[in-house]
């Protein structure tokens, strides 16, 4: 019973963590402007994410090692520091943007000024940080990150041409208004909001944090299979809602306003007030998972002690990592910067740097003297490979894409 | 001098490059200094075309996921290893040690099969 009882807690916290800042601008954004017709790119990012986060997960669980442990170790000092630098740098921008959507969220809530909850919402994180339980705060932010359920709900309550939905899903086509750049620049990002390197660093460091073992390894597989194509499908019922409400006007999803609208308009001030807790509820959770990430590389890369299941005193590098990464993020914010554009750049990003981690994992995750038994099989190794393949394409387009596009202006 | 210097520089014989150190082998069996034996340098492993990393796959039993595993293999071709007493000099970088590091070799030197034998699988070098 207490075991069912695990799994069915770390199942709905996968549902509810899934989504973050980048998961809710980019979903509503290219429903605003392609319909359904990316579909494909949110269920690729998932399968991605699923691969990824089940081989970081098991490669953990069995080495007692975290994804930065790993890549230091078997890429050596000089790959490895690159290696950092640019994950580090992107996770910063991560933790940027979900500060930045804690805020706009705060104030979709309150009425007040952004700039206003950014101090804060990043001094709400770091407390957070410093003093609560890993498993409090991973359990509350995900199951109060199921309010975000209303977005199916709306959609259902819009109720749509489901055989023209379901139609543009299965078969797209780039609409008539928008270039063919435009599109896969959209494809990359939503392929990189799914796959975030942050969830990876995350997810592995706190298996450690958790004290998974080898026996922990089923549960895990359980939570990530079951969970992450749930939350994949509450990024699937954002992009429709918009789709709905705001394609057929012709109207670019800008703000975290509109990003709630169709909610707002299917379910009215009682669905709203749903929406805007697992919003912040989801964007803090993230809020917090980009926050430790960046503590985790750092500590993990260099050696130090790092973790939630150490005192602060014991891990002062750690603590020291985080706070500054904290007071960038918030230091930023507090310029003119718009935070919806840092979140459509993040998840970019993201994709661009995926390679860096993702290929580590792969070969560690072969590696008989880390995994003994537990390596990949040929099947998942298969799956894996071609997952490597499109986490390079979409990392190398990535950049041209934007150039060409102006950001997907 | 640290293991840094010797990584990437590039290695000759009579003045003839024969590629790049890729990875220093070491052996812990010096005396005990501390909790551990020393490390005492075994040789280094020379490619000949790339001074990129061999990724592990230089041990015999890591051949998955294939596909990575014969890219490397066929990327890091003729690799070899060197004895440390066939190291003639190491010099030329600067003080960083990162700038046009060189290491030259014996006339004569032998040539080792640079497979890394694990968990008792033979070496097919």
Not at chain 1, 105 to 112: D, E, G, K, M, W
Not at chain 1, 128 to 146: H, I, M, P, Q, Y
Not at chain 1, 195 to 216: H, I, L, N
Request: hydrophobic content about 55%.
């Amino acid at each position: 019973m207490k075991r069912l009882l695990g799994v069915a807690l770390g199942v709905l916290t996968a549902i509810g963590g899934f989504l973050d800042i980048g998961d809710l601008v980019t979903n509503s954004v290219v429903g605003s402007r392609f319909g359904m017709t990316l579909t494909w790119a949110v269920v690729l990012g998932v399968i991605g994410i699923c691969l990824f986060a089940q081989m970081a997960g098991r490669v953990t669980a069995v080495s007692g090692r975290a994804t930065f442990e790993i890549i230091r170790e078997r890429l050596g000092p000089r790959t490895a520091g690159a290696n950092l630098v640019a994950s580090f740098l992107i996770n910063l921008l991560t933790l940027t943007a979900e500060i930045g959507g804690l805020a706009l969220a705060l104030q979709l809530a309150s009425s007040v000024e952004p700039r206003l909850w950014v101090p804060v919402a990043a001094f709400a994180v770091w407390v957070v940080v410093w003093r609560a339980k890993f498993s409090v705060l991973e359990n509350v932010t995900g199951l109060l990150g199921l309010t975000l359920l209303v977005f199916t709900f709306s959609v259902v309550l819009l109720d749509p041409d489901w055989a023209h939905l379901v139609h543009t899903a299965a078969a797209p086509q780039i609409p008539a208004s928008e270039g063919a750049a435009s599109y896969f620049y959209y494809a990359i990002a939503l392929f990189g909001a799914a796959m975030t390197p942050y969830e990876v660093f995350f997810f592995s460091s706190g298996a450690v944090e958790e004290k998974w073992g080898p026996k922990d390894v089923s549960q895990s597989r359980l939570n990530v299979l079951i969970g992450f194509p749930l939350g994949a499908l509450l990024s699937l019922s954002i992009a429709a809602g918009a789709t709905l409400v705001f394609l057929p006007q012709q109207i670019e999803v800008s703000t975290l306003s509109q990003v709630v609208a169709p909610v707002a308009e299917a379910g009215g001030k009682v669905a709203l007030a749903f929406v805007l807790v697992g919003i912040v509820a989801a964007v803090f959770g993230a809020s917090l998972e980009t926050t430790l990430s960046s503590g985790y590389t750092i500590a993990q890369f260099f050696g130090w002690s790092w973790g939630k299941f150490r005192r602060p005193s014991q891990a002062p590098g750690f603590h020291v990592v985080m706070i500054l990464g904290l007071l960038v993020g918030a230091g930023v914010l507090m310029t003119d910067v718009d935070p919806i554009r840092v979140t459509e750049f993040s998840v970019v990003f993201s994709a661009i740097a995926l390679p860096l981690t993702y290929l580590p994992i792969l070969l560690v995750a072969n590696d008989r003297e880390y995994m003994g038994d537990q390596v990949n099989g040929r099947v998942l190794n298969g799956f894996a490979l071609v997952f490597l393949v499109l986490i390079v394409v979409a990392s190398v387009a990535a950049i041209p894409l934007m150039v060409a596009t102006g950001a997907g202006a | 001098m640290i293991l840094s210097d010797l990584v990437d520089a590039a290695v000759y014989e009579d003045g003839r490059q024969l590629g790049f150190v890729v990875d220093v082998r070491l052996a812990l069996d010096g005396p005990v200094t501390g909790l551990m034996a020393a490390p005492r340098i075994v040789g280094l492993l020379v490619s000949a075309r790339t001074s990129t990393s061999f990724m592990g796959y230089e041990r015999t039993g890591t051949n998955a996921p294939a596909v990575i595993a014969r890219y490397l293999a066929y990327r890091h071709r003729g690799t070899f290893l060197v004895l440390w007493e066939d190291v003639r000099t190491v010099g030329g970088g600067d003080a960083a040690g990162s700038a046009d590091a060189r290491v030259e070799l014996r006339p004569g030197f032998r040539r080792w099969s640079a497979a890394l034998e694990q968990h008792g699988t033979a070496s097919q070098a």
